[in-house]
């Protein structure tokens, strides 16, 4: 898994510097989530493009057409046809997660996973990324995710900190103090 990482964290450095300099970081990295997703989306063209038996030529081929389907721009369309032709087109989605932490660094924000029992309100959700701004310093883009298997509460992960402000957490927090004494 590490060396997927480690794969994926190089590719999306070379995009990310191409992208750079063209001045258009962020309009890249849009587009790069809608090729990933539509290769996720069509289980024919994934076989085509996971499949180590078909011609890198003929990946490559399809992965630009995939690319330039969605209407990705040029610089998308060779990155994708490279990362199909080298075999690498199953690490995309790590490729994406990679590319998208190069950007929001650049630009000064951080992604916060947030697990919540019941959807957020548009207000819950501007209070939660606030106090989330304020104790990190940085602009929070929050991800959202209904977990059934909540209480109530929220748990957000941002990088390696994560706040747990669950009922199923602060359920736990009682039991441990109450078998301490």
Same mark, same amino acid.
């Given at each position: 898994?590490?060396?997927?990482?480690r794969?994926a964290?190089?590719y999306a450095?070379a995009?990310y510097?191409v992208?750079?300099?063209?001045g258009?970081?962020?309009?890249?990295g849009?587009e790069?989530?809608?090729?990933a997703a539509?290769?996720a989306?069509?289980a024919?063209?994934?076989?085509?493009l996971?499949?180590?038996?078909?011609?890198?030529a003929d990946?490559?081929?399809?992965?630009a057409?995939i690319?330039?389907?969605?209407?990705?721009?040029?610089?998308v369309?060779? &990155? @994708? /046809?490279? %990362?199909?032709?080298r075999?690498r087109?199953?690490?995309l989605?790590?490729?994406?997660?990679?590319? *998208?932490?190069?950007?929001?660094?650049?630009?000064?924000r951080?992604?916060a996973?947030?697990r919540t029992?019941?959807?957020?309100?548009?207000a819950?959700k501007?209070?939660?990324?606030g106090?989330?701004e304020?104790a990190?310093g940085?602009?929070?883009?929050?991800?959202e995710?209904?977990?059934a298997?909540l209480?109530?509460? &929220? @748990? /957000?992960? %941002?990088g390696s900190?994560?706040l747990?402000?669950s009922?199923?957490?602060?359920?736990?927090r009682l *039991?441990q103090?109450l078998?301490?004494?």
């Amino acid at each position: 898994m590490r060396s997927r990482e480690r794969t994926a964290r190089r590719y999306a450095k070379a995009l990310y510097d191409v992208a750079r300099e063209a001045g258009a970081t962020e309009a890249i990295g849009n587009e790069m989530e809608q090729v990933a997703a539509a290769c996720a989306g069509d289980a024919a063209a994934r076989d085509v493009l996971t499949r180590p038996w078909i011609k890198p030529a003929d990946r490559r081929a399809v992965a630009a057409a995939i690319a330039q389907k969605v209407g990705a721009r040029k610089v998308v369309q060779d &990155f @994708i /046809a490279l %990362v199909a032709e080298r075999g690498r087109a199953d690490h995309l989605p790590e490729i994406v997660e990679a590319y *998208r932490t190069l950007v929001d660094a650049e630009l000064g924000r951080t992604r916060a996973q947030v697990r919540t029992a019941v959807a957020l309100t548009a207000a819950e959700k501007q209070q939660l990324s606030g106090k989330l701004e304020r104790a990190l310093g940085k602009r929070i883009i929050l991800e959202e995710q209904v977990d059934a298997t909540l209480l109530g509460g &929220f @748990i /957000a992960q %941002v990088g390696s900190l994560i706040l747990d402000g669950s009922l199923d957490g602060q359920l736990a927090r009682l *039991r441990q103090r109450l078998a301490r004494g």
